[in-house]
């Protein structure tokens, strides 16, 4: 079983930066796309970053230009780098991993949170 840790949640100020880790145990991370969302409070969980196995790269419209996606396989970790922060970036960050070989097999972490704030 495939377990997936997010790492690196905290208090921030508006304007700061954040590192979010996702770790997933298999050797095989680059079959996978991994994917981060954000739920913030009261609201549905939203897709905000992705990481896809072919190397390519998306972000949602609210994070272009300020989060970057970037996997290092070897290490089987996903990072997400969080600049110029605002406060509507509050919120719980879930990391996905998600393979479709030779099945489908998709794994979320419980969650780290980061909390955007002055």
């Known amino acids: 079983q495939v377990q997936v840790v997010e790492s690196g949640g905290g208090l921030v100020q508006p304007g700061e930066s954040l590192r979010l880790s996702c770790v997933v145990s298999t050797n095989l991370l680059s079959m996978y796309n991994v994917n981060w969302y954000h739920q913030a409070p009261g609201k549905q969980r939203e897709l905000v970053a992705a990481s896809f196995s072919s190397g390519a790269t998306n972000y949602a419209d609210s994070v272009k230009g300020r989060f970057a996606i970037l996997r290092e396989n070897l290490k089987r970790t996903v990072y997400l780098q969080m600049n110029s922060l605002k406060v509507e970036d509050t919120g719980i960050y879930y990391c996905?991993?998600?393979?479709?070989?030779?099945?489908?097999?998709?794994?979320w972490g419980q969650g780290t949170q980061v909390t955007v704030s002055s």
């Open positions: 996905n991993a998600i393979t479709w070989t030779p099945q489908e097999r998709n794994y």
